[in-house]
Structures are given as structure tokens and as C-alpha cells.
């Protein structure tokens, strides 16, 4: 490295090196892609228990899927929704179709057909029925839907039957985390689902509101082959915004249902002429995004993954003590005239960073990274006076007495020990690239982080050598709060030498060399934890402690 600087500041040019990565690399979280599973002595048993009850009473295992996705009904279907939202003492109305096509191969195709006049007049309609119906074409093939450990049998003296249980509070995706705390019910006659009923337990939070009640209702139906349809859905949510008072009603049937097996099934013949008018409105549904590749494999075995990019915005604030073990300058040996192991450097680095990042596979994160640091260091170096005291012998040597009243009288600094003190200010930009792995089981959750980072003083061309990373991690997931907590440890690869250039001094014609030794702690520990705001938002605080460092770092993060 090569910082341009002023003879005050030559010994500590490149401190922030040993630094630098940790200012940044430190934000990265295992991304939580565990498919947890209840907490039993036998979950074998647990599993053929819940399938014996719902084969018993003909319930079919994927019925609960209904309560998440509509879409689960048919291959290809098509089904109207109509929706009402008042807020305090403002309505809106709206009503659209949904078409849903599946090729041989597996490919859907989704789209919503409308009549503009039947919008509301939120200019965000259609975009707002556009993001729920992406979410219930992902929430389609959620495998653990619901809790096996709470599937319980209440039988009627009529001949009925009620099946109860909770939806899983384990893999849903943050777009639905609210459904941990729904219990369903479902009544069962002569081997007929009859209805499903969906209500929460507590208030919960969904996007902007505060939900108090949440009521869903499924009306089941049976075709003539014998098939079990959805003939009616209808949601009733009751809570507020702000102060304002909330109600949100929605009602969801199906209009047909068509498949290779039982042909074509029409519910609402009039309907669907209505939806057939070449007149109607038509809007393509994408539902996939490319990254993380696989991202639909994993997610259709119950797993939740999160929002494939990121970008985030990070604080720290890092204490150094550095201890010195060498000095040499121009390659002259000063440890004569300065002692390292009585001299140290303290060090405090600010540092804001920008990162952005993607999920290349649901296991595999890369990032980069963009930021600044500054440097508040200060070198308190302890000299030995054995300069004073090798003047003071040859003067002595000359005149006896000389050298004496030299050190008493003309020069005492030089011939006793003392402490020189350097202050140093210094500014630094910051590049880096990284890639964090990470795996889960249950609540549990492991991850490695590698960082590359290089830094170049203010106003220098020259960037410094690079620094590796490597921060391994072992985390705990607090499912009902969606907030992870976890321990670790941090290696940085650093140089036992701080060496440089200063272009700008010379001596003897030459550019200032300079090399310093350090007795620097490579591994460092950490802890912190991490919370997540809806689907998108989410909070980081770390902080490390080490032998020779301690830091804390406040990361606030956006995925989409």
C-alpha cells in the first residue's frame, strides 16, 4: 500500500487494513432455509396418526392447502374473487377473475381477467391482486401445511365429525407467517368434508394492519365422479390501521374446473361466459423470479426461503489496541531507540457501507460491497533515551562532564525514556466481494461467511492488499417472533507486518519505507441477532469481542 501522508502519520498509514473486513462482512446472516418439524419423541408416529384420522374420516391430506391457496383446487381452473375493504370511512370494491393453465411439463400459466369499471378506485388495485395472487401460487405446494402434532378427532351424536388442528408454524413464509397462530376446523359427514373453518387465536400483524379477528370459511362440494371441490371461500378480517377501523371481506369460487381425467366441470355457467366476453380485460401473472435457482423445488418441500435480492445499509463502530513487537525504517532496526513492547496504537473506526446481494442458489448468498471508514488512531510510542545516552558517552569521552550537563541541561528529553504520542486521522474507501453457504435443521441454523475486501486511502490511486474473512455461525430461530439469535467466531487473515510506501517523503533519494510488526488476534467472537419486519425489512446487530478488538455493527436490510 502507497497512502500519501505527511511525516506525521507514516506509522500507522495502513492500520485500518486490519480493519476493514470486519467493518463490512459482518452484516452476513445464515439465510434460514430449514424445514423444521415439530419437537417429538416419535414424529413417525405422530405422521401415521394424523393420516390414519384423515383417511378414517375421508379427508384428503392436501384439503388444508385450501386455507392457503385456492389455486391447489385444479391443474386448470378458473374462479372469481370478489373483494371489499373499508378503512375508517373509505370503501373499496373490486372483482376479477383468475385463470389458471398447466402444460404437461409443469409450467403455469396465470392471469387475471377484469373489467375496469369493477376495479376500485385505488390506482394500486390491480397490482395489489396481482402481489396476493403471486403469494397463493407460491403457497400452492406447501407439503407441511399444517401441525401433525395438533390434529385432533370431536365426534357429533348427528353422525358428524370435527378435525381440528393448527397450521404449522414451521416452513410458512414470511408472506403468510401469520397463520401460525390460525386453528381450523373441519366438519366431516359419511366420509364428506362439509366445511372448514379458519380463525386466529391472538391478534397478529399483516402488512400494514393489526388484525384482531380473522375468519375464513370453506364450503366443500362433491362432483358426480365423486371428487371433492371448493364451492365457496369466503375471509372476513376485522382490526385497524393506525386509528382507523378495518374491514376486509373477500369471497373466492370457482367458476371451472377442467383436467385431462374428469374433462370439463362448469359451477357458474354464467360466469364463465362472462369471463369468455373477448372484451374483458387480461393480465399475465409472473410468477417466478430467476433467482435462486431451485427456488420452487425447496419451496414445494415446505421450505421457506427468503426474497431472492437484498440491499442494506450498515453501521459500525470499531476499538483496536494494536500491539507493536518490531520497528524498521528504510530498513534500519529502531526497536534501540523505540521499545515495541512498551509502545502500542489505539485505534477507533467509524464505517457506512452499502451491500447488495442475491440468492444464486437457496444455500448460496454473494454480495458486494461499497463503503467508507474513518480513522481515529493514535500511536503512543515508548522511547528508550538510549540516544541521548550514546551522545552523553561520547561527549564524556571528549570533555569529562560534558555529556552530563548535556542531558541536564541542553537536551534532557533525548537522554530519558518518555512516551511520544501521534495523532492520526485518516479516510478510506472500501470494496469488497463475499459469498455466505448456510444450512438449517428445525430451529437451527449453521452458516460461513468469505469476505475479500481491499482499501485505498483518500486521495491515493493505490488500493492495499486484500484481506480475507472467514466468519462461521451457529444460530437459533425464535419461530413465533420471526427474529433469529446466534453466536460465532470472525478470522481475519492479517499480516504480522503493517509494510508501506510513502511516495511523497524521501530519503537519501529514496521513497520512505517503512515496516512495522504486530502481535494482532486473528479470531475474534461473536454474537447478535436479527429481526425481520413483514417480507421485506429486517434488523442486524452484532457485536464482536476479542483480544486485541472490539466492534458492534447495526445493519438494516430491504429484500425483494
Request: aromatic content about 10%.
Amino acid at each position: 500500500m502507497k497512502p500519501v501522508l505527511n511525516h506525521q502519520t507514516i506509522k500507522l498509514a495502513p492500520l485500518p487494513l486490519v480493519i476493514i473486513t470486519l467493518l463490512f462482512a459482518s452484516s452476513t446472516l445464515a439465510n434460514d432455509t430449514s424445514r423444521e418439524e415439530p419437537n417429538t419423541v416419535s414424529y413417525q408416529q405422530v405422521i401415521n396418526n394424523s393420516k390414519n384420522i384423515f383417511a378414517k374420516y375421508g379427508i384428503d391430506e392436501d384439503l388444508p392447502k385450501l386455507g392457503l391457496s385456492s389455486l391447489v383446487a385444479g391443474e386448470h381452473l378458473v374462479e372469481q374473487s370478489t373483494r371489499y375493504i373499508k378503512i375508517g370511512d373509505k370503501e373499496r370494491k373490486s372483482r376479477v377473475f383468475l385463470v389458471k393453465d398447466t402444460d404437461r411439463k409443469g409450467n403455469i400459466d396465470l392471469r387475471i381477467k377484469y373489467n375496469p369499471s369493477e376495479l376500485d378506485g385505488n390506482d394500486n388495485a390491480l397490482e395489489e391482486i396481482e402481489r396476493n395472487t403471486r403469494t397463493e401460487y407460491r403457497l400452492r405446494d406447501y407439503t407441511q401445511s399444517y401441525d401433525l402434532n395438533t390434529v385432533r378427532v370431536n365426534e357429533k351424536q348427528d353422525g358428524s365429525a370435527i378435525i381440528s388442528f393448527n397450521y404449522s408454524k414451521y416452513g410458512l413464509p414470511q408472506d403468510i407467517a401469520y397463520f401460525r397462530f390460525m386453528q381450523v376446523a373441519i366438519t366431516v359427514k359419511d366420509g364428506q368434508p362439509q366445511s372448514m373453518v379458519i380463525h386466529n387465536s391472538k391478534p397478529f400483524t399483516y402488512d400494514k394492519y393489526k388484525i384482531d379477528s380473522y375468519r375464513q370459511t370453506i364450503s366443500f362440494g362433491k362432483l358426480d365422479n365423486g371428487r371433492t371441490i371448493l364451492l365457496s371461500k369466503d375471509i372476513e378480517i376485522i382490526g385497524h390501521r393506525n386509528k382507523e377501523a378495518l374491514e376486509i371481506r373477500t369471497n373466492v369460487v370457482p367458476v371451472a374446473l377442467y383436467d385431462d381425467q374428469d374433462g370439463v366441470q362448469v359451477i357458474h355457467g354464467d360466469l364463465l361466459s362472462e369471463v369468455s366476453d373477448p372484451r374483458i380485460h387480461e393480465e399475465s401473472v409472473k410468477l417466478d423470479s430467476f433467482f435462486p435457482l431451485m427456488g420452487d423445488m425447496v419451496r414445494q418441500k415446505g421450505i421457506d426461503l427468503p426474497l431472492p435480492y437484498g440491499v442494506s445499509v450498515a453501521y459500525r463502530n470499531q476499538e483496536m489496541n494494536l500491539p507493536f513487537n518490531d520497528f524498521n525504517i528504510m530498513g534500519v532496526g529502531l526497536n534501540d531507540i523505540f521499545d515495541p513492547s512498551k509502545s502500542v496504537g489505539t485505534v477507533n473506526a467509524e464505517s457506512l457501507s452499502m451491500r447488495g446481494d442475491v440468492n444464486i442458489l437457496p444455500f448460496w448468498n454473494v454480495f458486494g460491497v461499497l463503503g467508507k471508514v474513518n480513522v481515529d488512531a493514535a500511536i503512543d510510542a515508548e522511547y528508550t533515551g538510549k540516544v541521548g545516552e550514546a551522545i552523553k558517552d561520547k561527549l564524556n569521552d571528549k570533555l569529562p562532564g560534558l555529556g552530563n550537563a548535556f542531558c541536564t541541561d541542553l537536551a534532557p528529553a533525548l537522554c530519558n525514556t518518555a512516551n511520544v504520542h501521534v495523532p492520526l486521522h485518516l479516510e478510506y474507501d472500501v470494496i469488497g466481494v463475499g459469498t455466505t453457504l448456510s444450512m438449517g435443521y428445525k430451529e437451527f441454523f449453521a452458516s460461513v461467511t468469505g469476505t475479500y475486501t481491499a482499501t485505498r486511502l483518500k486521495g491515493n490511486d493505490n488500493w492495499g492488499d486484500p484481506i480475507v474473512t472467514i466468519q462461521p455461525m451457529l444460530g437459533y430461530q425464535l419461530v413465533d417472533y420471526r427474529a433469529q439469535i446466534f453466536l460465532g467466531a470472525e478470522y481475519q487473515g492479517l499480516k504480522p507486518n503493517m509494510t508501506g510506501t510513502i511516495d511523497s517523503v524521501e530519503v537519501g533519494g529514496k521513497p520512505f519505507e517503512y515496516n512495522v510488526g504486530l502481535d494482532m488476534k486473528e479470531w475474534a467472537y461473536l454474537v447478535g441477532f436479527n429481526k425481520q419486519f413483514g417480507k421485506n425489512y429486517n434488523l442486524t446487530f452484532l457485536y464482536n469481542k476479542g483480544e486485541t478488538r472490539n466492534s458492534m455493527t447495526l445493519n438494516f436490510g430491504y429484500r425483494f
